[in-house]
């Protein structure tokens, strides 16, 4: 009976893992196709195609590594599974119109994490200030030094998808 139990433990770890991992890939989260908007863009942005030939996907950008975070970001998905259902987003009109409010709550949650799923493929000991322009390199030295309390999200907002309209300069 402890073997049985062990087994199906094992066995139901490994479908659910299998199935946690499944929607993290690209062709999972791109299958919707509200995502095709923000697809295509992605597909324009250096985080797709670069001179280094590393590829972010979108779980790299928007789910976190560690088990945990992991699992709270797919219960909060939850949420967005509903709003498809109700087709919340369900034309490219509705998608822009709402597209300010999504990119702010993403923004925000990066905020609160200290941009921690940027920082899984970015660190600071591998950049190369010197290789930076001399603006971008200063700036970056006092995020670096914790001297600005910013964090990644607050100068790159806009790296991988267009800026909702309405989102002004002076809004940085």
């Known amino acids: ?26 062709a999972f989260c791109t299958s919707c196709h509200e995502m095709s908007y923000v697809y295509e863009e992605y597909r324009e942005s250096s ?8 590829r ?3 779980s790299d950008c928007h789910v976190p590594r560690e088990w945990l ?8 998905a ?22 300010l409010e999504m990119a702010e709550h993403v923004w925000e949650s990066m905020r609160a994490t200290d941009s921690r799923e940027c920082r899984n493929c970015h660190s600071f000991e591998a ?16 995020v670096v030094d914790n001297k600005t309390g910013e964090t990644c999200i607050e100068c790159h907002k806009g790296i991988a998808h267009k ?9 940085d």
Request: proline fraction near 3%; hydrophobic fraction near 35%; glycine fraction near 10%.
């Open 1 to 26: 009976m402890l073997l049985g139990g062990a087994l199906s433990g094992i066995i139901f770890w490994g479908g659910f893992n299998t199935v946690v991992e499944q929607t993290n890939s690209l």
């Open 163 to 171: 800026l909702p309209e309405g989102y002004g300069d002076d809004d």
């Open 127 to 142: 950049m190369d200030f010197h290789k930076q322009e001399r603006r971008a390199a200063e700036k970056m030295q006092k």
């Open 69 to 76: 975070p992991k699992m709270v970001r797919k219960a909060q």
């Open 78 to 99: 939850s949420n967005e599974l509903y709003h498809k259902m109700i087709g919340t987003i369900d034309t490219p009109e509705k998608f822009e119109a709402r597209r």
């Open 56 to 58: 972010a996907i979108c």
């Open 47 to 54: 985080h797709y195609k670069n001179a280094s030939g590393v």
